[in-house]
């Protein structure tokens, strides 16, 4: 509530002199068919700045029928920090993201909500009165449809479900991927292993195949032996997929680990086995999100996270205010990965 000195948009219109209706247009973005020149445009917003006038956003929000509530259902595998870092790493980005466009977020529990029925999720998301939803790599295209039908504006990202079509932000690992096996390559690595994950999301996928394409187009072989997917990112999966690899007689001279995570656990192996990084064994991580903290600190695919968290919002924001719930007819936003070299590659050529 403002107090009795606080300027308000009377005060305003007076100094610009124009109308009450034209200040709350310009300052409160609610313009429809009125139309303001630039230079009252100009006057207003210098008038409100010399009286240090705001516009209130709770009032705002009121008379636009919006929350300026966002929700967020993370993965349903997020655990620890060290087990799901990307899942983390979102949740502060989108809430940043979230405060730049004038919205806050309300982050549903998907452990709870899954746990009594497929309609808690909705319920809890609506209860809160939502303008909008942002999931992260929603389990099925069935979660994303419920939202839909409730006449939600949705944003799906990294593992977004195709069958069903929302504005999505994903982040491409080709690229970066790409880059690293060829670096590893002109560094004069013929035998190159290889540590992922065995999900069926393209995403998933993507990261094995662009490492196989670049050593057929290499000319060399792939060793099946020397690549072990493992159920999920968790650092215990990456400890026994070393151990995989490195027990065998035959033994890479280099490494490609999809997950900053799994590599942690990676290292932790090669430790224990006095495989020392670079000297002996050459590692490239992905998702540069602690890498360059390990030790020794890795040369990494980094991936945009802020960048993938700002465009989410952005669209999300888009749709609200353009009132288009539901399925809309949104292209994917695609982000580029790169790679980060440090000091964990060895140069046999």
């Known amino acids: 509530?403002?107090?009795?000195?606080?300027?308000?948009?009377?005060?305003?219109?007076?100094?610009?002199?124009?109308?009450?209706?034209?200040?709350?247009?310009?300052?409160?973005?609610?313009?429809?068919?009125?139309?303001v020149s630039a230079e009252t445009r100009e006057r207003i917003i210098a008038a409100a700045a010399e009286l240090g006038y705001t516009p209130n956003p709770v009032a705002r929000a009121l008379r636009r029928q919006r929350s300026n509530v966002l929700g967020?259902?993370?993965?349903?595998?997020?655990?620890?920090?060290?087990?799901?870092?990307?899942?983390?790493?979102?949740?502060?980005?989108?809430?940043?993201?979230?405060?730049?466009?004038?919205y806050h977020f309300v982050e549903a529990s998907t452990e709870s909500t899954r746990r009594h029925g497929n309609d808690?999720?909705?319920?809890?998301?609506?209860?809160?009165?939502?303008?909008?939803v942002v999931l992260d790599s929603p389990e099925s295209a069935e979660e994303v449809a419920r939202l839909i039908d409730r006449r939600l504006p949705v944003v799906q990202m990294i593992r977004p479900q195709p069958a069903v079509r929302t504005p999505s932000v994903m982040i491409d690992a080709i690229p970066g991927t790409t880059e690293a096996i060829r670096h590893l390559v002109a560094c004069g690595h013929r035998e190159?292993?290889?540590?992922?994950?065995?999900?069926?999301?393209?995403v998933d996928r993507s990261r094995l195949e662009a490492f196989q394409h670049v050593l057929q187009e290499s000319g060399i072989a792939a060793r099946p032996e020397w690549i072990s997917l493992v159920e999920n990112y968790n650092p215990d999966h990456g400890r026994q997929a070393a151990h995989a690899i490195f027990a065998?007689?035959?033994?890479?001279?280099?490494?490609?680990i999809t997950g900053d995570n799994l590599a942690l656990g990676a290292l932790q192996h090669l430790y224990e086995q006095g495989i020392r990084i670079p000297d002996e064994l050459s590692v490239i991580s992905y998702?540069?999100?602690?890498?360059?903290h390990l030790i020794p600190p890795l040369t990494s695919v980094h991936q945009p996270l802020q960048e993938a968290a700002n465009r989410a919002v952005s669209l999300l924001a888009s749709s609200i205010e353009n009132g288009q719930a539901g399925v809309v007819d949104a292209d994917t936003v695609s982000l580029p990965t790169h790679l980060i070299q440090r000091g964990s590659v060895r140069n046999l050529a």
């Open 248 to 256: 065998r007689e035959s033994r890479p001279t280099a490494l490609f």
């Open 120 to 132: 808690d999720l909705v319920q809890f998301l609506q209860g809160r009165h939502v303008d909008g």
């Open 192 to 202: 190159i292993g290889f540590i992922g994950t065995n999900g069926h999301h393209i």
């Open 72 to 102: 967020f259902v993370p993965r349903a595998d997020r655990m620890t920090p060290y087990d799901s870092p990307v899942p983390f790493l979102l949740t502060v980005h989108l809430a940043q993201a979230g405060i730049q466009h004038g």
């Open 287 to 292: 998702d540069d999100i602690f890498a360059g």
């Open 1 to 35: 509530m403002k107090s009795p000195s606080s300027p308000t948009s009377l005060d305003v219109a007076r100094r610009a002199g124009v109308s009450r209706s034209i200040v709350s247009g310009v300052l409160n973005g609610s313009l429809s068919t009125m139309r």
